[in-house]
């Protein structure tokens, strides 16, 4: 058994999972674990996808290169997606969620449009990540949180924050 808990935050893009991981590991001290840019970093990806803009995830060499690291604890795993990872690495699943109109704005200011913005916006009017996160992991360690606001955030790093300690004394 860990004794520190793992975390996973999930979202579609422009949900606001890196900010947020950011202020809860700086919160928690729990390790912030951004799977796009490990997966850059330590090349576990086979090449872009020029289509889809993106990296093309090698997802057992992330797996693997993570295993050690998960089985020890403490860590906060950022990614847009959830079903590849072994359902025995997370204590809580949180689904970050932004409404439509706020999302759009996030993403077109980050560059997107086109067909990767609508995607990325269907993607959040479907529940997509919601689904898959229900689908891959008990339900009762799924929960889904409101991301439209820094209110909002600062709320949800509370919430989790606070998650953390009786985890942690509870364990
Ligand atoms: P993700 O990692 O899910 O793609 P980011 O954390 O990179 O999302 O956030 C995307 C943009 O939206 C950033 O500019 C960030 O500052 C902003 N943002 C994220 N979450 C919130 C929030 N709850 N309220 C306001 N702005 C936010
Ligand atoms: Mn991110």
Known sequence: MRN????????????GKTT???????????????????????????????????????????????EEIMEGGGNIVDHHGCDFFPERWFDRVVVLQTE???LYDRLS?????????TNNIECEIFQVLLEEAKDSYQEEIVVAMKSDS???????????????????STT
Do not use: F
């Not at 970093?41 to 797996?63: A, M």
């Open 4 to 15: 520190k808990p793992n975390i996973l935050v999930t979202g579609t893009p422009g949900t």
């Open 109 to 117: 200011k980050r560059g997107y449009s086109g067909a990767k913005l």
């Open 20 to 66: 947020t991981s950011a202020a809860l590991a700086e919160a928690t001290h729990l390790r912030h674990i951004n799977i796009g840019e490990l997966v850059k970093d330590k090349k576990l990806h086979d090449g872009w996808d020029d289509q889809l803009d993106c990296y093309v995830i090698n997802e057992d060499l992330v797996c693997d290169e993570l």
């Open 150 to 168: 820094v209110d909002d955030m600062n709320r949800n790093v509370a919430a989790i924050t606070e998650w953390v300690r009786s985890w942690s």
């Open 100 to 102: 439509n109109s706020i």
